[in-house]
């Protein structure tokens, strides 16, 4: 005789007996649910509220304003060179002012170089400063060797001398006759000055408007 206790006729833990219905879950015992997605919390902030990697970065992209500083700081360099040649070609009796020409072009294509950026408006009225006083320098730099010469000591006394240095500016600030013998050579270098800034100068302003 078969057991009607053997287990071999007992249904298992889990599994329904034969002609048995499966059962809804009672009450008080949840069925399983599937795993819910975590809503996403709508008080955090969003990525777009940080600042970029890539403007964090060190060596990220420079704003306009630091890259018309930059191009202005290193366009500066005209000024030492500009003067030195002025002065150079100044005592050989050549015509200095032609130095205007290379002044100008000179800043800008140092502009360029440190900026990478075309001429803006701002930039613009930088590079005519930066020539202008390259022009009223090296005029002052050409008229100290003459003094240099006239007074008898040699170039290097002058430099580190307070009173030669004084004796210059009362020259400049109140011998009228000094500038009444320097005018011809003040014109023409003012002329060949603007003249040789003209046509850079003019493009760059167009440059500085587009």
């Not at 800043?107 to 950026?117: C, D, Q």
Request: overall charge negative.
């Amino acid at each position: 005789m078969t057991d009607a206790t053997d287990d071999r006729t007992q249904p298992r833990y889990g599994e329904l007996a034969p002609g048995e219905a499966a059962q809804e879950p009672t009450a008080g015992v949840p069925a399983e649910a599937p795993a819910a997605t975590p809503a996403a919390d709508a008080d955090a902030p969003s990525a777009a509220a940080y600042p970029s990697a890539e403007s964090l970065a060190p060596g990220g992209p420079l704003t306009q304003q630091e890259r018309v500083g930059r191009g202005l700081a290193l366009a500066l360099v005209i000024i030492p060179a500009g003067v030195i040649a002025w002065t150079i070609l100044w005592n050989i009796g050549f015509i200095a002012s032609i130095v205007s020409w290379g002044v100008a072009a000179g800043a800008v294509w140092l502009y360029r170089a440190g900026s990478k950026a075309r001429v803006t408006r701002g930039a613009f009225w930088g590079l005519v400063a930066i020539v202008v006083v390259t022009v009223v320098l090296s005029l002052l730099a050409g008229i100290f060797t003459d003094l240099v010469s006239a007074v008898g000591i040699p170039l290097t006394q002058a430099l580190t001398d307070p009173d030669f240095w004084g004796l210059f500016a009362d020259n400049i600030f109140n011998n009228g006759e000094l500038w009444q013998a320097y005018l011809p050579q003040v014109v023409l270098a003012l002329a060949f000055a603007f003249l040789g800034c003209f046509w850079t100068m003019r493009r760059l302003a167009r440059e500085s408007r587009a």
